[in-house]
């Protein structure tokens, strides 16, 4: 990225070398009339990310260092205004994927229905900047396509069919993703995914899948008006069965009724659980909706499992390393439903003192702590 990058990196690493700088720096920052809470960061020239977060920093405090380069003789690396020009493109052009890594890495909801949009936006970015006036930031473009292409040349099918089965998007994002990279190869890489969703669906339909029983079933002996009430949810439920096996009669599977029914409004269903929705149709669409949940709860990144990895090294440290694997189990499954599966509040996402969950595992008998 050339020598803006490193200048500005040194600039960071300078002011936050010493307490004097910093006081220093502090100075600079209220000479120019900067209010900002925002603190330097410093990268590791290695991960992309963290150097996003510093040149967006950094930028930040332009001034202040222009300021520091007056006042302070030893400081040799204050970025010209042609260099910070260029941090502040390189600042941009990192911007949509610092955002895109954010979204998949992220380890508290399905994400194979957000797999296809983020994949399509990174080669799209990349496409786009393959002409930017800057040289470098083309040449670096040039070389994210190069390392992109190993990896996702071929997009991940199954994966992509999570966005057929999120009722907003269906094939209708497909095309419109395929298009905008090529007009040419659209339709082809639209029916491929479609004969392969296809072909997936036939293998569920050869299974026999029972449908969990409802609620209504699971409940004590009912009152009069609740026998009414779960009498109509039975008729209810024999209704949508005859509607479907009347369509089925007339050719058209589940899949078929699923994709020939309109798509849900964009920024109406904004907020929308697609999961729950498939749980609340699975009456409707049967053998479809367990397919649905099996592709849409399947991860795109190993960050899930890492941080479970991590979290059970607290768990099992120096002094506690005599636990059964079942108790161990128990003791993540309560640190889950004690925060309510919500991240937390701090970066840190790990157990802060087992000690917090023991109390709570100690109500039930079958759990037993060997410390």
């Avoid at 040149?55 to 204050?78: Q, V």
């Avoid at 036939?202 to 409940?219: C, D, I, Q």
């Avoid at 004690?338 to 996402?349: K, W």
Wanted: proline share 4%; with cysteine; hydrophobic share 35%.
């Amino acid at each position: 990225m050339g020598d803006a990058l490193n200048k500005i990196r040194d600039s960071v690493k300078y002011v936050k070398g010493s307490e004097g700088r910093m006081k220093v720096f502090e100075e600079c920052v209220e000479t120019v009339g900067l209010q900002l809470k925002v603190g330097l960061s410093t990268d590791v020239p290695t991960k992309w990310n963290s150097t996003y977060k510093m040149l967006d920093s950094a930028i930040k405090y332009r001034r202040a260092f222009s300021s520091l380069h007056l006042f302070d003789t030893n400081y040799k690396h204050c970025p010209s205004n042609e260099e910070w020009a260029r941090g502040e493109k390189i600042c941009e052009f990192f911007m949509p994927f610092n955002e895109i890594t954010k979204l998949i890495s992220g380890s508290t909801y399905p994400t194979s229905n957000l797999y296809f949009m983020q994949v399509w936006k990174i080669e799209l970015l990349l496409k786009r900047n393959l002409n930017n006036e800057d040289v470098v930031l083309r040449n670096m473009a040039s070389s994210m396509r190069l390392k992109f292409e190993k990896y996702w040349e071929q997009y991940s099918v199954i994966l992509a069919m999570g966005v057929v089965f999120d009722p907003r998007m269906k094939f209708k994002l497909l095309d419109f993703c395929f298009k905008k990279l090529d007009p040419n190869t659209c339709k082809q890489k639209s029916d491929y995914v479609k004969s392969k969703l296809y072909m997936l669906f036939e293998a569920y339909k050869s299974k026999t899948m029972t449908v969990p029983p409802s609620s209504s079933t699971l409940s004590t002996p009912p009152c009069e008006n609740a026998i009414i009430e779960e009498t109509s949810d039975e008729m209810i439920e024999e209704f949508v069965q005859y509607c479907n096996q009347d369509d089925v009669d007339n050719g058209k599977s589940t899949l078929d009724l699923y994709l020939d029914e309109p798509q849900k409004d964009m920024k109406m269903f904004a907020d929308m659980d697609i999961l729950n929705y498939w749980k609340e149709n699975r009456h409707r669409f049967g053998e479809l909706s367990y397919m649905a949940c099996d592709i849409l709860s399947i991860p795109i990144t190993t960050v899930a499992s890492e941080s479970t990895f991590s979290i059970g090294g607290r768990v099992l440290n120096k002094y506690r390393n005599c636990m059964l694997p079942s108790n161990v189990q128990a003791l993540l499954c309560a640190r889950n439903w004690i925060r309510g599966f919500e991240p937390p509040d701090h970066d840190d996402d790990e157990i802060n003192g087992v000690e917090e969950i023991v109390p709570v595992l100690s109500e039930f008998s079958e759990v037993t702590i060997i410390t």
